[in-house]
């Protein structure tokens, strides 16, 4: 079971930007990755998916669109989310994960906070 350690949250005022990373204990070569986001009270939500082989185009959520890049490195198996232009309701907390019908455990996130 490869275990997914996400990191880079923090706390940033409207505008800001964040760079998150997820590290994955085992190969992500051959899997789409995605990011996911779940704010307080709700249910978990997509944000993105970097196919694989990357060949060019993600995937966004129309929230996010223009905002957010995926980025992947499979050599280092790892996953990253560059958030620019944040705003309050892109607070939650955020998780990555390969994105099929069976995903492996999640990780515990990373919290993201937007505010001033």
């Known amino acids: 079971q490869v275990k997914l350690v996400e990191s880079g949250g923090g706390l940033v005022q409207p505008g800001e930007s964040l760079r998150l990373s997820c590290a994955a204990s085992?190969?992500?070569?051959?899997?789409?990755m995605g990011w996911y986001l779940q704010a307080p009270g709700k249910q978990r939500e997509w944000v993105g998916t970097i196919p694989s082989p990357y060949v060019g185009t993600v995937f966004y959520a129309d929230s996010v669109k223009g905002r957010f890049t995926i980025s992947r490195d499979d050599a280092k198996n790892e996953v990253h989310l560059y958030m620019n232009n944040l705003k309050p309701e892109d607070t939650a907390v955020y998780y990555c994960?390969?994105?099929?019908?069976?995903?492996?455990?999640w990780g515990q996130g990373t919290q993201v906070t937007v505010s001033l």
């Open positions: 994960n390969k994105v099929t019908a069976l995903p492996w455990a």
């Open positions: 085992g190969s992500i070569r051959g899997y789409a």
